[in-house]
T-cell receptor, first 112, second 112 residues
Framework: SAVISQKPSRDICQRGTSLTIQCQVDSQVTMMFWYRQQPGQSLTLIATANQGSEATYESGFVIDKFPISRPNLTFSTLTVSNMSPEDSSIYLC?????????FGPGTRLTVL | GQQVMQIPQYQHVQEGEDFTTYCNSSTTLSNIQWYKQRPGGHPVFLIQLVKSGEVKKQKRLTFQFGEAKKNSSLHITATQTTDVGTYFCAGLLGSGYSTLTFGKGTMLLVSP
């Protein structure tokens, strides 16, 4: 299994600012995933972060808006840049261990 | 684009009644996974189905994967109030894909 922690758990931000979300896993994993879940909606994959290479972004998501770092096999950050109210969402970090996908507790972001 | 469709969107049952949610893909899936998300929580992995026609059981939960590997279902027998939450299916869209595509989820409400 994998235990994932995220910081912050929630934040309220002003439009135009940026927020960096941290994700820590208790074991080394090759790929870490960042998802967004808007209120009452399903999970949408933002990007896949591999250690030592640039993140792979899904359609509709770009590096300038959601820069990702992956400095080692247990840690990743996602930055939500130049935020607007439309970015209000829950952001979830996730990893796969032996075919089972584990999610962090999420970061609930509200942009005013 | 390739999608994973899930129905119903919402279901409200009386405790003791059965519940089923269905998942359909426009393309053949390598595998399908099911997750449960309690209100205010994060998705928790329930099970993974890989083989055509596979059926797996977890206590009152029965999971099926269609023969064509394009559909799946989750059936809960004699629901309890602890079953409340949103159930998501997520499919791996064939070989070469390493990321899951989530259905929109079925929200289950159980009244005592």
């Amino acid at each position: 299994s994998a235990v994932i922690s995220q910081k912050p758990s929630r934040d309220i931000c002003q439009r135009g600012t940026s927020l960096t979300i941290q994700c820590q896993v208790d074991s080394q994993v090759t790929m870490m995933f960042w998802y967004r879940q808007q209120p009452g909606q399903s999970l949408t994959l933002i990007a896949t972060a591999n250690q030592g290479s640039e993140a792979t972004y899904e359609s509709g998501f770009v590096i300038d808006k959601f820069p990702i770092s992956r400095p080692n096999l247990t840690f990743s950050t996602l930055t939500v840049s130049n935020m607007s109210p439309e970015d209000s969402s829950i952001y979830l970090c996730s990893v796969t261990v032996l075919g089972e996908q584990f999610f962090g507790p999420g970061t609930r972001l509200t942009v005013l | 684009g390739q999608q994973v469709m899930q129905i119903p969107q919402y279901q409200h049952v009386q405790e003791g009644e059965d519940f089923t949610t269905y998942c359909n893909s426009s393309t053949t899936l390598s595998n399908i996974q099911w997750y449960k998300q309690r209100p205010g929580g994060h998705p928790v992995f329930l099970i993974q189905l890989v083989k055509s026609g596979e059926v797996k059981k977890q206590k009152r939960l029965t999971f099926q994967f269609g023969e064509a590997k394009k559909n799946s279902s989750l059936h809960i027998t004699a629901t309890q109030t602890t079953d409340v939450g949103t159930y998501f299916c997520a499919g791996l869209l064939g070989s070469g894909y390493s990321t899951l595509t989530f259905g929109k989820g079925t929200m289950l409400l159980v009244s005592p």
